[in-house]
């Protein structure tokens, strides 16, 4: 068959299926005949790549009307197939990563998201969105547990405006699924709280942060600091106090509003400081292997010191994290000032311009629905808050403009520092550019779209909302 000239489609048909045992590789590849008689029949597989292919196939196996179910889970086959490959690279990945003084392999990993067996035909209920089991007899049989593979399949945004891959959503997706993340923990890769990071923050991470911020983190340590002696206190970083938060805040000027603020504040801060530990602990684990033309693994990543050459890598992702946080802020300043501007010019909506930030307020802080915020505007109704506030809108125009500019900053360090040569080339522009969009959305913009999606009264957390409600806490008091 056609498709079956690319060695690459072969992934669509080969399982990597974990096999228990210190004696194995810890896995198999498993080649399943269904999946592979039905990808090697479809028309356009010899047409299309891998990505272009796999959004077939999922939006095939999500259904919908008139598909036919045999058909839905044979593509979700091809699916489950193809996803295991990418969740294997990345438990290697992490294993090599951190598990390098030998204290876990990528075995160890495996257990918790290479759970997919291929065994069953698994198609997904168009009412219900649930997922259930097609018998040889044709029969209905309920899912009762859910393998990791499926849970990736269904979270996975189709929508034409995103551009990560399903490769890198499946690692991102693995790299942090609780149960493996809880597994590291017992290996002291847990995550600290924020208390603990500005507790123990260090003189190059308070560098990175703007002046105000690294005023808030002085007053911090001026009193949690000093408590945590006095009181002799170890371990675990409790949530600082009401007496405290006083205290930090008696020292600031503008003082905040209120401790709520306060600690929005301080939470944000610690996210960014959350944010350069992962920068600082990233490596390059992959090289080009000239002889077959594929990516490998390394095998002599550092588990000391790192080098001066290796200082100065991280030193520069650590600014290129800088950039991107400046690009959002930013970029939110210039989105709520043009918005703004436009409803004021509009002859329907024009009333209600002053209210907007108020409304995303509503929106961001409080949890509300747009039903609920309607009345507290004195909107007609839900439509028209929605016309008006329109929160996804917002959020997708500020994401077009954060890609942009932090693509400008990212540019202008590349010159400065030489990094490639000048002025670059077309490819090198469109792979930076690709490369800053994924990482873009995994650090911000995916967690924002992913929470608003919640329904009402939910907590809006991430670092979009974080950010965009200070900037909306100024527009609509000019004082804190």
Known sequence: MAAATKPEFSRFWTLCRMVPGTDSPGYRKQELVPAQAFFQQLPSAQAQDEQSLSITLLTT??????????????????????????????CMKLANLFGAAGQFSYRDLLPFVLTDDGRSHIARDSNTHEYYVIQETGERQKLDYTAFSLEVLQTYRLSPGKRLSLANWVYLQTKQHPELLNYLAEFGFQKLSDWALLNRVRGRQLAQLSERDRTIVTAFHAVYRRDRRRYSQSGRCPNPTAPQLTEINGLLQPPFASHEKLLQ???????????????????????????????RLRSDLPTTELSAETEEESALLAMFHTQLMAALKESLQQSLTARIAKLKKSKKYGPFADKFALGLQHYYQEGLSLKEIAPLLGMSSWDQAR???????????????????????????????????????PDYLQQLSEQLEAFADDEIFQAAATEMKAGSHRNLNSVYAQQLLLILDTAHSPTH
């Open 61 to 90: 196996f999500r259904g919908g009307g008139d598909t036919d179910p045999l058909e839905q889970s044979l593509c979700g086959l091809c699916l489950r197939c193809w996803v295991s490959h990418p969740i294997l690279k990345a």
């Open 265 to 295: 504040t301080l939470g944000q801060i610690a996210t960014q400081l959350r944010q350069f530990d992962v920068w600082r602990s990233r490596e390059s684990l992959e090289y080009l292997d000239t002889d077959s033309g594929q990516s």
């Open 387 to 425: 016309r008006i506030l329109n929160p996804g809108d917002f959020l997708n125009g500020v994401r077009s403009r954060t890609i942009q500019q932090f693509l400008d900053h990212v540019l202008v360090i590349v010159k400065q520092k030489d990094l490639a040569p000048w002025p670059p080339s």
